[in-house]
């Protein structure tokens, strides 16, 4: 009878089964469903998600705009001329600045390697005049009156032969940033008056230190000194030199001198600019001598030879200047 009634059971289950019905109903939605999820994935590939890199390019490409036709002529017009906007013109001082602080920090560091050197240049002078005031009886001491002295006298001698010797290559880097705005027949002049200059400068140096200063220095210790006391055997006064004071005096004493040896150098470029002409020389020969002569008399010792030795230099030059002059006139009048 069990089987009988299973196999009853599955002959009804198979005549009245809702599984047909159940299929039809649920066909169409599984075919939806497939329908769905493959569209999609159609979408998702038709469609890829877009990087922020493609969508930053795509916002920097953008199109170029015309240039009006001023600004094509002021573009023209500077590439000519050579002419910078300022903030051009700031950039370009920053980096010449800079070379120029690297110039000076690496001459200085020399003159510390050569610090021996530098300062028998600054003290030998001194020698013929200790000699002679050990033979006067006349004792000299050189000093110190802070404990800073000898670190802050090695820094400023330092420095000072850094400067020296950087002096060139600073002339040469403000000579490159002035050179555009000049004609290019001046551009020559330019390193011709550059390396004059440094002659000249030296040149000065050197005459007052092999010859100036020995003579100032004596005129300023033996012809100023002050008489002993008439008491027992008299009292001499000591003369103590700080060094401070004399590396200032020294150094001040010979830059006068390098620097107005310039005046070949001044004059010349001012001839190349039209402000000032050979005649100017000839007519003002008179005035000019009394100016150098309370020139000399004022940057030296109260001493007749330690004027000359800078008065006849300056009178030479200030004639070799009208001289310059009047070739720089001649050559631009044939140019």
Request: glycine letters at 4%; zero cysteines.
């Amino acid at each position: 009878m069990a089987r009988r009634k299973s196999k009853k059971d599955a002959g009804e289950e198979k005549e009245f089964s809702p599984r047909p019905f159940q299929r039809k109903k649920t066909e169409p939605a599984s075919d939806t469903s497939n329908k769905s999820t493959k569209k999609v994935k159609k979408t998702k590939i038709e469609k890829p998600s877009k990087s922020p890199k493609t969508v930053a390019k795509k916002r920097v490409k953008k199109p170029a705009e015309k240039e009006s036709p001023e600004d094509e002529y002021v573009r023209q017009l500077r590439k000519q001329q050579k002419h910078m906007p300022l903030v051009d013109h700031l950039g370009e001082i920053r980096g010449r600045l800079a070379r120029s602080i690297l110039w000076l920090l690496g001459f200085s560091a020399l003159g510390f390697v050569f610090y021996d050197e530098v300062w028998y240049f600054v003290m030998a002078p001194l020698e013929n005049l200790v000699v002679s005031a050990k033979e006067k009886n006349l004792p000299i001491k050189f000093i110190t009156t802070e404990l800073t002295d000898y670190f802050m006298l090695k820094i400023k001698l330092t420095l000072t032969a850094g400067l020296l010797f950087a002096a060139p290559a600073i002339s040469l880097e403000i000579l490159k940033f002035v050179m555009p705005a000049l004609d290019k027949k001046k551009w020559k002049w330019g390193y011709v008056l550059l390396f004059a200059s440094v002659i000249l400068f030296w040149s000065g140096i050197m005459l007052a230190r092999n010859y100036v200063w020995p003579l100032a220095t004596d005129m300023l210790v033996f012809g100023m000194r002050i008489p002993e006391l008439p008491i027992e055997n008299g009292i001499a006064p000591e003369l103590h030199l700080t060094l401070k004071e004399y590396f200032s005096i020294f150094t001040s004493f010979h830059f006068a001198f390098g620097l107005t040896f310039q005046l070949p150098i001044i004059s010349v470029i001012l001839g190349l600019f039209g402000m000032i002409k050979s005649s100017f020389f000839i007519k003002n020969w008179r005035s000019a001598i009394v100016v150098i002569a309370v020139f000399s008399a004022f940057m030296t010792p109260p001493d007749p030879f330690t004027m000359g030795f800078m008065m006849v230099p300056l009178l030479l030059l200030y004639f070799l200047s009208a001289i310059l002059v009047r070739l720089v006139e001649r050559k631009e009048k044939l140019d």
